[in-house]
């Protein structure tokens, strides 16, 4: 089933839409993404998706494919609202870089100038090891290297006993901490539990995928005087009209908030809850309530159309139908490479990325892959994704929702990039 989208209705502003022809894209080309989402839907590796495209600020493509109940025989509209987990860390980013540029936050600035549980930290080494060896840290770790993910801190789920239940004597120090129990923990205690044990390496000489983005949403709560929730709500959701993101689904939207999938052991899907998958230290319940822990991680909720929203606000360098939110150039430093030569590429698939603030940037041109140097992203751990090509000034998201996730993207990119007929 394919449900065609309600561009006027879910956009707020008839005048964001466009035919594809008006801004350089095919639209007979862009009539092969729902048969590319439908191939994976009839594989059963997805109940159903979204997708939105936009060029130059407009949107040109918006459909919703599949189920969002598969059950209750509910069909996926492009209002259906998803948990986007990890794709709330740019969004985190954006909320700290704009304290930094109202002077509130230096990118250089050691954590400990706010957080000061955070300062003085003895460094593991070897933490893979039984045998575990401490050292005095070289430096704090910085607010830049929060955005950037060369802290030292450990990932959602590596070191924190979900691998060997403790096996290693540095997970047996997370676990202890209750690093693995974040969930029940507002972010303030978050960071006195992790100023209780080592980093996993010397801040700026490694790059690890860390939970960097709860502590930017604590440094956000400090240095703003708002609750993390507030601040995002009152200075990025409400100037964007982002009018269903939070940290919860409120009842009266619960019946569009999708069902997470999963596989099931004969083959095929089942509904699952989000802590089956093993998600890492969000609930199922934190997002049909309202959460104690405000993860900048993956605590988010949202729609195809108020990401979009958030996306074209970057692709027009900050500002977005009469709001500015960032200036012209500190986008362009968020979105550009900001690891050092001997950190390059990261070691997360697809191949070839560096890192920005708060965004993975493509930094060489891979022969099997379309994306151009220069294009940024993220995803979600649940199935949600999005990139944008300044190149080509283009935004895309994809969003579904199963564990572990299918990278729509890599099956939609090479149909989307062909579908561009002229350059901006």
Known sequence: MVAKAQIEEHSYNAGWTTAPESVGLSAEDLQRISPT???????????????????????????????????ARVPMDTDTIFRIYSMTKPVVAVAAMMLYEEG????????????PE??????????????????????DMSVFDLLRHTSGLPGSNRYLGRYSGGKFPMEALYMKAGLHRLNECNLQE??????TVPLLFQPGTQWHYSIAADVLARLIEVVSGLAFD???????????????????????KIDRLARMYGPAPGGGLKPIHAAEGGS?????????????????????????????????????DGFLEGVRLLKAETVEMMTSNQLPEGLLPINRKPEGRGFGLGFAVRVTKIDANPSPVGEYEWYGGAGTEFWIS???????????????????????????????????
């Open 280 to 316: 890492g230290y969000t609930s199922e319940t934190s997002f049909i309530t309202q959460p104690k822990f405000l993860s900048g991680g993956g605590g988010l909720v949202s729609t195809a159309s108020d990401f979009m929203r958030f996306c074209l606000m970057l692709t027009g």
């Open 37 to 71: 989402i439908r191939k994976f839907i009839d594989e059963e590796k997805i109940a159903g998706a979204v997708t939105i495209v936009a060029r130059r600020g407009r949107v040109v493509h918006f459909e919703a494919c599949g189920m969002r109940d598969r059950e």
């Open 230 to 252: 507030k601040f995002l709500a009152e200075r990025i959701f409400q100037p964007l009209h982002m009018k269903d993101t939070g940290f919860y689904v409120p009842p009266e």
């Open 390 to 424: 300044p190149r080509d000034a283009l935004a895309v998201i994809a969003l579904s929702q199963q564990l572990p996730m299918q990278q729509l993207g890599q099956s939609l990119r090479p149909v989307i990039y062909a579908a561009i007929e002229e350059g901006i």
């Open 190 to 195: 978050m960071v006195e539990r992790l100023g």
């Open 104 to 115: 509130s936050l230096s990118l250089h600035a050691p954590v400990a100038d706010f957080v």
């Open 118 to 139: 955070l300062g003085g930290l003895k460094v593991a080494v070897n933490p893979d090891t039984e045998e575990l060896k401490l050292v005095d840290s070289t430096r």
